[in-house]
């Protein structure tokens, strides 16, 4: 699903969603999967630095992980003081969704920011759609 201000990439994934949302709420194994932000490093306080496969530029993101609702915030941007809440991640237990125990669901979703252009946009938009599989096979194949 894609629109103008919102985009959304999911899948089913053969782990437990607990599995799931620990490695999605990994801030230092996020940078495995993440294109926009690479080789993941801990930049202080909860705040985490990667760099963009796409510009080579330093990318931040903070998370904000909600254990209960199984659901992470990521806060982007190109400086510390520059965050945006613009990406999350939804976990879902297969169960509760009709699908069989030990699997999950998983839901990428995206705002456009305030000043992203249009190639921008697009580029975060396919990037999710990317990912989404990055996630899965590294968490079937017990990365």
Known sequence: MSGDLFHAASIEVAV??????AYLSDGLRQG???LGSWNREL???GLFRGTSLFSGADTFVRITAHPEQLLVDYEVGSAPDRLL???SARIV????VGRPGGTCL???TKWRGPSEDD???QRGCSAFDTEIHMIKGR????F
Do not use: H, K, S, Y
């Open 16 to 21: 437990p969603a607990e599995t799931a949302f």
């Open 32 to 34: 495995e999967w993440t």
């Open 43 to 45: 930049a202080g306080d």
């Open 85 to 87: 809440r613009v990406n």
């Open 93 to 96: 237990p297969g169960p509760a």
């Open 106 to 108: 998983i839901a990428l």
């Open 119 to 121: 190639v921008g946009w």
């Open 139 to 142: 968490l079937e194949l017990g």
